[in-house]
């Protein structure tokens, strides 16, 4: 919702209103399927809504005063992109950007935990890491049978923070 916001406002952001497909928002990810495989897509999407966590900060690898990193593998057992629009308060500025949800579990197999954020580093993870094991057929969307194990660091920015991932040699 967006507080006190005048109707030039509200003109200015339906003038271009954009839609975004299923593969712009998962690239490489949807092509060449067929509709069922995009209609299973979104009844597994709409499934891990429900269960997200908001505080990822218990599964954060970090450095206390030692400078000593204390790691703390998450292991990965799925992965979701989604649609998300965020809106800034203070200026009714919208923002359209790419959510990721991760299932997460242990090194014995997946939990009924999922882990959403809204990062662009999250998105670039995906990008980065995930979409190439996705194009050769290891993993696809939704769950997957095999766990990555992963770190997620906190970066602490000048307003607010976002997420580093780095993932694992480590595999079972």
């Known amino acids: ?26 690239p ?4 060449g399927v067929t509709p069922a495989e995009v209609l299973r897509f979104v009844q597994i ?23 000593q990193e204390l790691k703390q593998p998450v ?3 799925g ?6 629009e965020l809106v800034n308060k203070e200026s009714g500025q ?3 950007i790419i959510g990721v949800v991760f299932r997460l579990g242990d090194s014995e197999g997946p939990s009924e ?6 990062s662009v580093a999250a998105w670039n993870f995906v990008k980065r890491s995930l979409l190439p094991l996705i194009q050769v057929g290891l993993i696809g969307m939704g769950d997957w049978n095999m766990g990555l194990p992963i770190l997620i660091r906190k970066k602490i920015l000048e ?3 976002t997420y580093n991932f780095e993932m694992l040699e480590e595999t079972k």
């Open 45 to 67: 999407a709409s499934r891990y809504t429900g269960g997200e966590t908001v505080n990822a900060d218990p599964y954060v690898s970090f450095r206390p005063a030692n400078g």
């Open 113 to 118: 935990k999922y882990l959403s954020f809204s």
């Open 79 to 84: 992965s979701l992109a989604y649609k998300k």
């Open 1 to 26: 919702m967006i507080d006190d916001v005048t109707s030039t406002d509200v003109a200015i952001y339906q003038e271009a209103p954009k839609v975004v497909s299923l593969t712009d928002q998962y």
């Open 75 to 77: 292991w990965l057992w």
């Open 159 to 161: 307003r607010g923070h």
């Open 94 to 96: 919208v923002s359209n």
């Open 28 to 31: 490489g990810a949807l092509v």
